[in-house]
């Protein structure tokens, strides 16, 4: 069974960090994109950290500088580091897997993911 696993949310204070995992069971990591999506209340589920089964890395202008995504095949995992965190980082992150080598024009599109975790909550608020 193809299964992804999300952990490490919690809350944490403005300015604090965070290490989401996203463990691959039932196939390889090393040839999918991985993407780490977060979902606020009332808002659509949008794109945060892509990492591509080329190499490349993707990620939306609210989280640069700030958040990075990683891999360790011998773990079949991926990691999402999230320093510097804002109340408006508050969501259920998600991550997926995309068996295609998602590119810049198409790495949004949460139809290419064809395998979602379940989420994990990430609260930021003193």
């Known amino acids: 069974q193809l299964q992804l696993v999300e952990s490490g949310g919690g809350l944490v204070q403005p300015g604090g960090s965070l290490r989401l995992s996203c463990a691959a069971s039932g196939f390889t990591l090393d040839f999918y994109t991985i993407g780490w999506f977060r979902q606020a209340p009332g808002k659509e589920r949008e794109v945060s950290y892509i990492?591509?089964?080329?190499?490349?890395?993707y990620y939306a202008d609210s989280v640069k500088g700030r958040f990075t995504i990683s891999r360790d095949n011998a773990k079949n995992t991926v990691y999402l580091q999230m320093n510097s965190l804002k109340p408006e980082d508050t969501a259920i992150y998600y991550c997926a897997a995309s068996r295609f080598r998602l590119g810049q024009s198409t790495y949004r599109s949460r139809s290419l993911y064809n395998l979602w975790g379940q989420g994990t909550q990430v609260t930021v608020s003193s």
């Open positions: 990492s591509s089964s080329d190499g490349s890395t």
